[in-house]
């Protein structure tokens, strides 16, 4: 079982700035794909971003773009969210997640076969 651990979520005012990070239980985690999602209150899970095993390739939601940047540090186990100029609309669950089969990046949540428990970004007005 890959394990993953959220942290770096919290309150901050609109036009803000948070970075979250996910650290995976796993030897490897070069050979996975990783990518955020993000559930906001009464709504459905949405993707944010994605990153190739090596972090030469990601995609973006496009609510997202220019605003957000996600990255990986193999050698850490950990992949990152820098989230700048935060919206209230941003406000939400996010959940790290790794794809562990095939190098393809892939904004399906359904492909992504291990998930953290999420932390909390809230943003407001």
């Known amino acids: 079982q890959v394990q993953l651990v959220e942290s770096g979520g919290g309150l901050v005012q609109t036009g803000g700035s948070l970075r979250l990070s996910c650290e995976a239980s796993?030897?490897?985690?070069?050979?996975?794909?990783m990518g955020w999602f993000r559930q906001a209150p009464g709504k459905e899970r949405t993707f944010v971003a994605t990153?190739?095993?090596?972090?030469?390739?990601?995609m973006y939601a496009d609510v997202v773009k220019g605003r957000f940047t996600i990255s990986r540090d193999n050698s850490k186990n950990t992949a990152y969210l820098q989230m700048n100029s935060l919206q209230p609309e941003d406000t939400a669950v996010y959940y790290c997640?790794?794809?562990?089969?095939?190098?393809?990046?892939?904004?399906?949540?359904?492909?992504?076969?291990?998930w953290g428990q999420g932390t909390q970004v809230t943003v407001s007005s």
């Open positions: 796993v030897r490897t985690v070069s050979n996975y794909v």
């Open positions: 997640a790794v794809k562990p089969f095939g190098s393809h990046v892939t904004t399906a949540g359904r492909f992504y076969d291990y």
């Open positions: 990153i190739s095993m090596s972090g030469s390739s990601t």
